[in-house]
């Protein structure tokens, strides 16, 4: 039974790494288990295919990445510092990983979407729930700050999805250049998007 | 002479709606001949490898992409009436995409390096170049506003790159919910990132 579940935990390991270098299409099951160090005959024991593979290392990926986002953005700093905070994490993660693996990964979500948003309706609607998910957290956060007068926003929703939005941008960015300083701007970014643009507390340098 | 320049015109239109349909990895030179009829063994007349293929099509697709910026960036209006226009044109190419494939393929080289710039450094080198061409020509649009003082800006520079990367961020949405309206957001956000938000004309509905 620890048998057992240690394999399906190594298959999913190993799959977002080898997602993470090299994208999804590319990978075959037998690779997978290679890598995963588990005959290849146990993969089909776990998963059906590839593709539910797939959806589950986007919803493990998302489990731990929400408790992130919640620690974070349910904190108890004011609003827009709790934004800050996502975007310094967010940072200080993409170095981490560049630092362990050599190049800058992205966003796991923004990665999938582009590659594969037009070819598996599955994947994309996971994909869009997850989004969603962010952008719903994103906006509460806003619309916070807007009651504390602190933003000047019409639309709550159009604008955390515009953050959102600025965020994935820029972690395309840094993965383009394998440079993580792009992230820099995302701090000051999301005060202009938000018409924020005096903040209390200055910039810090990074 | 003509069929055989024919011959490459037509690998090089079908890879490039097989990679906006389906990715790079997950095609393979037999596939791509079929869809451009002609015979395999062609291929490596034209193309020493489905990597120079691939380099080829980011250079047509940039030099058509090119020429629109060119018009739409250098034009005659207003600066910032040029970044609209910009705007407007990339929702309206998107939408034509999505008219004729039925799904919003995004941006080929915002796609390319979410899939690829991590595996080949060869792709990842050019289409670092396409983006710095493209912060090039927005960077001098912001500079022209800047002296007219229509835009309120440190560093023009990464303005220009904040722009793009609002560009590539929403366009991923744009493919993500297969809908061209989230573009609709660009214009009001590059004035916000501009700090300009009180542009002299009012955001037009689309």
């Known amino acids: 039974m620890g048998r057992t579940s240690d394999a399906r935990e190594k298959i999913i390991s190993a799959a977002q790494s080898l997602i993470e270098l090299r994208g999804y299409s590319a990978l075959g099951v037998a690779e997978i288990c290679k890598a995963a160090g588990v005959p290849k005959g146990s993969f089909y024991y776990f998963f059906e295919s590839k593709e ?3 959806l589950t290392v986007l919803d493990e990926h998302w489990a731990g990445q929400r408790r992130d986002w919640t620690r974070i ?9 709790r934004l800050r905070q996502l975007f310094e994490e967010t940072e200080a993660a993409q170095r981490a990983g560049q630092k362990s693996c050599g190049t800058v990964s992205g966003c796991l979500f923004g990665n999938l979407t582009l590659e594969l948003s037009n070819q598996t309706e599955a994947i994309r609607k996971r994909l869009q729930e997850i989004f969603d998910a962010q952008v719903d957290m994103v906006e509460s956060v806003i619309t ?4 504390q007068g602190e933003v000047d926003v019409a639309d709550p929703r159009e604008a955390a999805r515009s953050v959102v939005a600025q965020l994935e941008g820029q972690v395309l960015f840094a993965k383009l250049y394998n440079n993580t300083s792009q992230l820099g701007a995302l701090w000051a970014n999301a005060l202009a998007l938000l018409g924020a ?10």
Chains 1, 2 share one sequence.
């Open 73 to 81: 953005l349910h904190g108890d700093a004011e609003p827009l510092q």
């Open 144 to 147: 916070e700050a807007l009651q």
């Open 52 to 54: 539910a593979l797939a």
């Open 197 to 206: 643009r005096s903040p209390r507390e200055t910039v810090a340098g990074t």
